[in-house]
């Protein structure tokens, strides 16, 4: 189906920046929806931010003003810049991506959601 690997986490001071990376590889047909989650521990999943296919996003109201998305459709890749981070920032972040594959088995196109396998984002006070 379609694998998404992510990349660019680490640990940061307070104040500092980061920006994650997640490229969706596979048997792509097409990607809708794309955003990044993250789970601090002992705490639930939460949407960070999200971008569809036409290109509107939306935040948390966490991250407004601080995090920004984007995403090279031609790469089937999404980003977080992360700008003046908060020790409250620190979770593990989560890409997802939403659309279409190639269904080569029933010779058809068909839905997939997938999720990566998390980054490690920390920011010390």
């Known amino acids: 189906q379609v694998q998404l690997v992510e990349s660019g986490g680490g640990l940061v001071q307070a104040g500092g920046s980061l920006r994650l990376s997640c490229a969706a590889s596979g048997s792509i047909f097409s990607i809708n929806d794309m955003g990044w989650y993250r789970q601090a521990p002992g705490k639930q999943r939460e949407l960070v931010a999200g971008?569809?296919?036409?290109?509107?996003?939306n935040y948390a109201d966490s991250v407004k003003g601080r995090f920004t998305i984007s995403r090279d459709n031609n790469k089937n890749t999404v980003y977080l810049q992360m700008n003046s981070l908060k020790p409250e920032d620190t979770a593990v972040y989560y890409c997802n991506a939403e659309g279409k594959y190639y269904n080569y088995s029933a010779f058809t196109v068909s839905d997939f959601r997938s999720w990566g396998q998390g980054t490690q984002v920390t920011v010390s006070s």
């Open positions: 971008t569809t296919g036409g290109g509107s996003t």
